[in-house]
Protein backbone atom coordinates (compact mmCIF):
# COMPACT_ATOMS: atom_id res chain seq x y z
CA UNK A 1 0.00 0.00 0.00
CA UNK A 2 1.20 3.50 -1.05
CA UNK A 3 2.63 5.40 2.13
CA UNK A 4 -0.05 8.08 1.99
CA UNK A 5 -3.17 6.20 1.18
CA UNK A 6 -2.07 4.39 4.56
CA UNK A 7 -1.93 7.52 6.10
CA UNK A 8 -5.07 8.34 4.70
CA UNK A 9 -6.75 5.74 6.53
CA UNK A 10 -5.36 6.15 9.58
CA UNK A 11 -6.68 9.90 9.68
CA UNK A 12 -9.66 8.79 9.13
CA UNK A 13 -9.50 6.13 11.83
CA UNK A 14 -7.66 8.10 14.48
CA UNK A 15 -7.89 11.74 13.78
CA UNK A 16 -5.16 14.35 14.18
CA UNK A 17 -3.42 14.39 17.12
CA UNK A 18 -3.31 17.80 19.14
CA UNK A 19 0.19 18.83 17.69
CA UNK A 20 -0.11 18.18 14.40
CA UNK A 21 -3.13 20.26 14.34
CA UNK A 22 -0.85 23.24 15.31
CA UNK A 23 1.80 22.67 13.15
CA UNK A 24 -1.14 22.41 10.56
CA UNK A 25 -2.47 25.49 12.06
CA UNK A 26 0.85 27.33 11.07
CA UNK A 27 1.52 26.18 7.67
CA UNK A 28 -1.67 27.09 6.68
CA UNK A 29 -1.25 30.83 7.34
CA UNK A 30 1.71 30.73 5.19
CA UNK A 31 0.75 33.74 2.18
CA UNK A 32 2.00 31.16 -0.34
CA UNK A 33 0.22 28.07 0.37
CA UNK A 34 -1.90 27.07 -2.14
CA UNK A 35 -3.18 23.86 -0.87
CA UNK A 36 -7.00 23.48 0.80
CA UNK A 37 -6.66 22.27 5.07
CA UNK A 38 -6.95 18.66 3.86
CA UNK A 39 -3.85 18.49 1.96
CA UNK A 40 -1.96 20.80 4.48
CA UNK A 41 -2.90 17.93 7.14
CA UNK A 42 -2.26 15.03 4.81
CA UNK A 43 0.97 17.11 3.85
CA UNK A 44 2.07 17.99 7.92
CA UNK A 45 1.19 14.09 8.33
CA UNK A 46 3.42 12.64 5.63
CA UNK A 47 6.50 14.61 6.76
CA UNK A 48 5.64 13.58 10.36
CA UNK A 49 5.59 10.06 9.25
CA UNK A 50 8.90 10.03 7.27
CA UNK A 51 10.58 12.20 9.37
CA UNK A 52 11.28 14.94 6.99
CA UNK A 53 9.96 17.99 9.34
CA UNK A 54 11.40 20.10 12.02
CA UNK A 55 9.18 22.32 13.76
CA UNK A 56 11.16 24.91 15.98
CA UNK A 57 9.61 25.97 18.89
CA UNK A 58 9.84 29.25 21.04
CA UNK A 59 10.76 29.20 25.14
CA UNK A 60 6.59 29.57 25.53
CA UNK A 61 5.91 26.33 23.06
CA UNK A 62 4.79 28.60 20.31
CA UNK A 63 5.60 27.45 16.66
CA UNK A 64 8.31 29.67 15.11
CA UNK A 65 9.46 27.51 12.26
CA UNK A 66 8.65 24.64 9.76
CA UNK A 67 10.80 22.84 7.30
CA UNK A 68 9.68 19.85 5.34
CA UNK A 69 12.31 18.11 2.66
CA UNK A 70 11.97 15.20 0.25
CA UNK A 71 14.98 12.85 -0.81
CA UNK A 72 15.11 12.88 -4.60
CA UNK A 73 16.58 12.96 -7.54
CA UNK A 74 17.86 16.62 -9.01
CA UNK A 75 15.47 15.54 -11.86
CA UNK A 76 11.97 15.13 -9.84
CA UNK A 77 10.15 18.26 -9.98
CA UNK A 78 6.66 18.77 -9.65
CA UNK A 79 5.19 15.31 -10.18
CA UNK A 80 7.39 14.07 -7.68
CA UNK A 81 5.14 15.98 -4.99
CA UNK A 82 1.65 15.96 -6.62
CA UNK A 83 1.71 12.12 -7.10
CA UNK A 84 2.85 11.95 -3.68
CA UNK A 85 5.95 9.86 -4.45
CA UNK A 86 7.85 8.34 -1.82
CA UNK A 87 11.32 9.68 -0.71
CA UNK A 88 14.11 7.99 -2.64
CA UNK A 89 16.94 7.98 0.26
CA UNK A 90 19.77 7.19 -2.45
CA UNK A 91 18.67 9.95 -4.22
CA UNK A 92 20.79 13.03 -5.29
CA UNK A 93 19.07 15.94 -4.29
CA UNK A 94 17.08 17.39 -1.44
CA UNK A 95 14.06 19.16 -2.66
CA UNK A 96 12.86 21.58 0.22
CA UNK A 97 9.49 21.40 0.29
CA UNK A 98 7.97 24.27 2.96
CA UNK A 99 10.00 26.91 4.69
CA UNK A 100 8.56 29.06 6.82
CA UNK A 101 10.27 30.68 9.97
CA UNK A 102 9.69 33.73 11.89
CA UNK A 103 12.73 34.93 11.09
CA UNK A 104 16.60 34.24 9.56
CA UNK A 105 18.29 33.10 12.38
CA UNK A 106 15.30 30.69 12.79
CA UNK A 107 16.38 29.79 9.11
CA UNK A 108 19.97 29.30 9.70
CA UNK A 109 18.89 27.17 12.92
CA UNK A 110 16.82 24.56 11.09
CA UNK A 111 19.20 24.51 8.39
CA UNK A 112 21.72 23.07 11.09
CA UNK A 113 19.29 20.99 12.08
CA UNK A 114 18.39 19.84 8.79
CA UNK A 115 22.01 18.56 8.42
CA UNK A 116 22.12 16.88 11.50
CA UNK A 117 19.26 14.53 10.20
CA UNK A 118 20.04 14.58 6.74
CA UNK A 119 24.33 14.62 6.95
CA UNK A 120 24.62 14.15 2.83
CA UNK A 121 22.63 17.25 3.10
CA UNK A 122 25.79 19.02 2.07
CA UNK A 123 26.56 17.01 -0.69
CA UNK A 124 23.54 16.62 -2.65
CA UNK A 125 21.76 19.09 -4.89
CA UNK A 126 19.41 20.75 -2.98
CA UNK A 127 16.14 21.94 -4.99
CA UNK A 128 12.61 23.45 -4.15
CA UNK A 129 9.46 23.99 -6.09
CA UNK A 130 8.45 27.71 -6.82
CA UNK A 131 6.11 28.80 -8.53
CA UNK A 132 7.02 31.84 -11.43
CA UNK A 133 4.15 32.44 -13.24
CA UNK A 134 1.32 30.24 -13.92
CA UNK A 135 3.38 27.05 -13.36
CA UNK A 136 5.38 25.44 -10.65
CA UNK A 137 8.64 25.36 -11.98
CA UNK A 138 11.84 23.57 -10.15
CA UNK A 139 15.07 25.32 -9.24
CA UNK A 140 18.25 24.00 -8.67
CA UNK A 141 20.41 26.08 -5.95
CA UNK A 142 24.10 26.78 -6.20
CA UNK A 143 26.16 24.89 -3.95
CA UNK A 144 27.68 28.31 -2.34
CA UNK A 145 24.04 29.16 -1.34
CA UNK A 146 24.41 27.34 2.10
CA UNK A 147 27.17 28.65 2.92
CA UNK A 148 26.14 32.46 2.64
CA UNK A 149 23.07 31.76 4.34
CA UNK A 150 24.56 30.61 7.40
CA UNK A 151 27.10 33.12 7.33
CA UNK A 152 25.24 36.03 6.35
Given at each position: ????N?????????GL??????????V?????N???????E?L????I???????I?N????????????????????????NW??????G?A???G???????????GG?????K????????Q??A???????P?????????L??????
Amino acid sequence: MKLINYLKYLLDKQGLPEETKKIVEYVSKDENNLWGKDVVELLVCYHIFKKTIITIYNDNRDIIGVFMWYNCNTTDGWDFIKNWEEDKKDGDAIMLGFLKADNMNIVKGGILELVKIEPNFLHKQLTAIRKKGKEPRLIKYKNNFLHKLLKS
